[in-house]
C-alpha cells in the first residue's frame, strides 16, 4: 500500500477550470498503488482509496476533469487526514464511493445534455426533459432539502423517463448513505 505525507516541494498551484490560482500540497507516494475495480468496489481503506484518487487526479489534465479534480481528492486527503470522531472506516469507504461513484466506470455529459457511459447513453436529454423536467426536480429538491430517503423516488421516476442503467438504479436505490455530493445527484443537476 502507498504511503504518503504532504510535502511542500511539489507545492504550487494550479488552476482548475480556469479560475484563480489554488495552492496545491503534493503528496510523496513511495509507492505507486494503483485498484482494481474490484478492490475499490469492495475496500474498506478509506485511506487507499482515497490514495487511488489522488494518484488519478494526478495523472489527468489538472485543468479540472470532474469529479477527480485535484481540488476535490485534497479535500477529501484533508479529511480522512483530519482526527475528528467519525465512523468506522467501512462506513467512511461508503461514503467516499457515495460521492465518487465508481472511477472505473464514469458518466459523460454532451453537449445535448445525454449522459453517457461508454458508448451507450445511460440517461438521455428527453428523459431529463420528460414531465417538464420531474427527474431535475426531484434530485434538486432532494438536495437542496437533504432528503437523501428520496432517492428510491428519484429512481422510479428516472425509470418511468426511460432509464434502464441497472449502476444508476443500483445506487439511488441502494441503503447509501447519501450525501451532498452525491455522483448522482450532481451529475443530474449538472454539479459534476
Given at each position: ?7 511542500s ?8 477550470n480556469g ?26 481503506d478509506?485511506?487507499?482509496m482515497?490514495?487511488y ?10 485543468s479540472?476533469t470532474?469529479?477527480y479534480?485535484?481540488s ?21 469507504a461508503v461514503?467516499?464511493?457515495d460521492?465518487?461513484?465508481n472511477?472505473?466506470?464514469s458518466?459523460v ?5 445525454n449522459?453517457w ?16 423536467g420531474l ?11 437533504q432528503r437523501?430517503?428520496d432517492m428510491p423516488?428519484?429512481?422510479?421516476a428516472?425509470e ?5 442503467n ?18 448522482l ?7 459534476h
Amino acid at each position: 500500500m502507498a504511503r504518503m505525507r504532504p510535502i511542500s516541494s511539489r507545492g504550487g498551484t494550479v488552476r482548475i477550470n480556469g479560475g484563480e490560482p489554488i495552492p496545491v500540497i503534493g503528496w510523496d507516494v513511495t509507492e505507486d498503488r494503483r485498484m482494481t475495480e474490484q478492490e475499490w468496489l469492495t475496500s474498506d481503506d478509506p485511506q487507499a482509496m482515497l490514495e487511488y484518487l489522488r494518484l488519478l487526479a494526478s495523472d489527468r489534465d489538472l485543468s479540472g476533469t470532474p469529479p477527480y479534480t485535484l481540488s476535490a481528492t485534497d479535500h477529501m486527503m484533508a479529511f480522512a487526514a483530519t482526527p475528528i470522531e467519525r465512523p468506522d472506516k467501512a462506513s467512511t469507504a461508503v461514503f467516499i464511493r457515495d460521492i465518487f461513484g465508481n472511477p472505473f466506470r464514469s458518466f459523460v455529459v454532451d453537449g445535448m445534455g445525454n449522459i453517457w457511459r461508454g458508448e451507450h447513453v445511460a440517461i438521455g436529454k428527453d428523459a431529463l426533459a420528460w414531465n417538464d423536467g420531474l427527474v431535475r426536480k426531484i434530485a434538486q429538491t432532494i438536495y437542496d432539502e437533504q432528503r437523501f430517503e428520496d432517492m428510491p423516488i428519484l429512481c422510479d421516476a428516472l425509470e418511468e423517463a426511460g432509464c434502464s442503467n441497472a449502476d444508476i438504479l443500483t445506487h439511488g436505490r441502494g441503503p447509501g448513505p447519501h450525501a451532498r455530493g452525491c455522483w448522482l445527484l450532481d451529475l443530474l443537476l449538472g454539479k459534476h
